[in-house]
């Protein structure tokens, strides 16, 4: 089955500074790449998706870009903000989501 | 719109015990998912419904049943809770497909002793 690594587990950057998150996947048929973000106590909520007929999308200071080849995907998040604090999830195709990465905006 | 309800939000069982989980939806999705999310595991998925009527099993369906009882309504069943359960469970839904944005309930605790 499908299986997702995401890198790294935990992150911390300045407020301002570019933060990017790594996630690989396993199954070459997978076509659709959301990401969530996690605030503390509260439910995930999709910030961004891209699927494989593209190679990279934005919405203002977010970005995913992916690569077929390698299979692997990435979440870029530019000038940070404090608001951007935590917990982000990569998810792949068929449901199966990465371990997550925790984001801290040092200010 | 509420989006996606569940009940109840914390619940603390004895090991052996049943209880059921809700899950409701007022955004017309024909798709329903019940994850569990473990520190540094992520969200797994435990069962999803494609439509009402059909469930099929997710990543860790073991000790789960579940029952899509309409269009709205997807609940989850722990007939003999371990605590090995011990988790915070999301209930989630999407318009047609997996491959589509997913809306997140708010969340159960739920503690097995």
């Known amino acids: 089955g499908e299986n997702v690594e995401q890198h790294p587990s935990t992150l911390s950057v300045q407020e301002g500074d570019s933060a990017v998150i790594k996630c690989t996947y396993s199954?070459?048929?997978?076509?659709?790449f959301p990401w969530y973000k996690q605030e503390l106590g509260k439910r995930p909520q999709l910030i961004i998706d891209i699927r494989s007929n593209v190679g990279e999308k934005k919405d203002q200071r977010i970005a995913v870009t992916l690569n077929k080849t390698a299979k692997h995907f990435s979440l870029h998040i530019t000038e940070t903000q404090p608001e951007d604090s935590a917990v982000y999830f990569c998810a792949a195709q068929k449901l199966v989501f990465g371990q997550g990465t925790r984001l801290t905006i040092n200010p | 719109n509420a989006g996606v309800t569940q009940t109840p939000k914390f619940q603390v069982l004895k090991t052996g015990q049943s209880m059921t989980l809700q899950c409701a939806q007022d955004m017309n999705h024909n798709s329903m998912y019940w994850y569990r999310q473990d520190p540094g595991m992520g969200l797994r998925l435990i069962y999803y419904s494609a439509s009402e009527g059909t469930t099929d099993k997710g990543e860790v369906p073991n000790g789960y049943n579940v029952s899509r009882l309409n269009k709205r309504e997807f609940s989850l069943r722990l007939e003999s809770a371990a605590p090995s359960q011990t988790s915070v469970y999301f209930c989630?839904?999407?318009?047609?497909?997996?491959?589509?944005?997913?809306?997140f309930g708010p969340g159960t605790r739920l503690l097995v002793l």
């Open positions: 989630a839904s999407s318009e047609q497909r997996p491959q589509e944005t997913q809306y």
């Open positions: 199954d070459s048929a997978s076509n659709y």
